[in-house]
């Protein structure tokens, strides 16, 4: 999934860019709340203009202020919903049902891929090329990675360490979607963002590393160098890949057999494999689990891991010092353990992902469920006390409505539901959230500089 790192370099101030001057966009939120609509992208150069266009979401509006200031009517294409969100660590990117994609939070390293890196409290329209059209995508730590239908990857965000794998060895970043330079044979069907690697899962099973390696992330079989182009990983023979995902500074994979793998940075045991050496190749992780049974899915957290597997049941492994693991302790495990039960008899989990320190799982009827560091209101549940098992998220959706999948970043929360819409909840510093700040009578004072753009 994606992720999310508690020691940043060059890590965002709550200061940096200029829409996070909003006075209204500190405050976290301890409940879900709806993200905002989806608006066709627009430029506002005018403080006025861009508070009444806040006004405007937050009231479900179809008519906006052009960048003059003056009323206009604004196209929402049929107000299209979300099919697919993934929080990073202080971004947060989601794809809409039309294939478009969307971005909003910190954009201090162009991020949010919309041309600038000023932050976004409300979503706005990552511009790709005519025709490109979006399936999957995944916020890490700096950068963001989004797969095509046509089988393309494409980068955006911070490049110090080459992770967004346009084969330029360059400090900068891109601030605009860029085309991950992979073999031409070669047809993506998933990719995680990590901090500072990427991975990617090709149609034919091989997988595919790049970006940082200082800790084997890229299963290389050494610390060497990293690598500014996708590098296909050696697996052993007859080894297909069907799931991966990125951790902060380790890997996780799952194969067609339904065994998982892991490499990568292990001072907290998040490989699972009983050690805390890293792992420099792919190897299995220990196999707690009863004969028969394998995993469904995998996600990597900051320095935990998670997995769900045939049978619904969820597994953990790693730091565990804010009881992220939700085996109703804060001991650090090495090797996989079952994570306490949700829900009632019959309930089982169908999906599951690692933050930073909390952990997310929706299950069988929609619910979602979080456990671990809650400094942020990001489980979800009225107050800010750390969890070490797992506690049902305040239900604020519609009636009616279930939670298709839910995603956890750094110190927010998301939950995609089933008529379309999104909600978030948790940190809100940079606008992560997605809700638009509150109205008030008034614009927030220092906004006359504020420019949002789209594509």
């Not at 294409?77 to 478009?100: C, K, Q, R, T, W």
């Not at 996708?230 to 890997?251: C, E, T």
């Not at 009632?344 to 992902?353: A, L």
């Not at 969890?387 to 998301?414: K, L, Y």
Request: glycine share 14%.
């Amino acid at each position: 999934m994606p992720l999310n790192t508690p020691a940043f370099r060059d890590a965002p101030s709550p200061k940096d860019g200029p829409l996070a001057r909003l006075e209204t966009l500190g405050k976290a939120s301890a409940l879900p709340q709806r993200v905002a609509g989806l608006f066709p992208s627009v430029s506002f150069v005018d403080g006025s203009a861009l508070w009444a266009a806040i006004q405007a979401v937050r009231a479900d509006a179809t008519s906006l202020p052009d960048a003059n200031g003056s009323s206009g009517v604004l196209r929402r294409a049929g107000n299209p919903g979300f099919v697919g969100l993934d929080a990073g660590s202080y971004h947060s990117l989601g794809v809409a049902v039309d294939g478009s994609a969307w971005s909003w939070g910190n954009n201090s390293d162009g991020k949010l891929g919309n041309g600038t890196t000023s932050n976004s409290h409300i979503p706005v329209q990552v511009p790709l090329p005519r025709g490109v059209t979006v399936r999957a995508i995944s916020a890490g730590a700096f950068h963001s990675l989004a797969v095509a239908t046509d089988g393309s990857l494409w980068a955006w965000g911070n490049n110090s360490d080459g992770q967004l794998g346009s084969g330029a060895a360059t400090t900068t970043i891109s601030p605009v979607p860029v085309q991950v330079a992979l073999p031409g044979e070669i047809s993506i069907e998933a990719a995680s963002a990590g901090a500072f690697h990427s991975l990617a899962l090709a149609t034919d099973g091989s997988l595919w590393a790049w970006g940082n390696n200082e800790d084997g992330q890229l299963g290389s079989g050494s610390t060497a160098l990293g690598s500014a182009a996708p590098v296909r990983l050696a697996l052993p023979d007859g080894v297909s890949i069907r799931a991966v995902s990125a951790g902060s500074y380790h890997s996780l994979a799952v194969d067609t057999c339904g065994s998982p793998w892991a490499w990568g940075r292990n001072e907290d045991g998040q490989l699972g494999n009983g050690t805390d050496t890293a792992g420099l190749v792919p190897a299995m992780v220990a196999r707690p689990w009863p004969e028969g049974i394998t995993l469904a899915s995998i996600s990597a957290g900051a320095f935990h891991s998670l997995a769900v597997d045939t049978s619904g049941t969820l597994w953990a492994w790693g730091n565990n010092k804010k009881g992220q693991l939700g085996d109703s302790t804060t001991t650090l495990r090495a090797e996989p353990v079952q994570v306490r039960r949700t829900g009632p008899e019959g309930t089982t989990i169908e999906g599951v992902t690692a933050g930073r320190t909390h952990s997310l799982a929706v299950d069988s009827n929609g619910n979602v469920w979080a456990w671990g560091d809650n400094d942020n209101g990001q489980l979800g549940i009225t107050d800010t006390t750390q969890r070490c098992e797992p506690v049902q998220v305040v239900r604020t959706w519609p009636e009616g409505t279930t939670v298709q999948s839910a995603t956890a970043g750094g110190d927010h929360s998301m939950a995609l539901v089933s008529n379309g819409t999104a909600f978030a909840w948790g940190n809100n510093a940079f606008g992560q959230l997605g809700t638009a700040p509150p109205l008030q009578s008034q614009p927030p004072r220092n906004q006359e500089e504020h420019h949002v753009e789209g594509a």
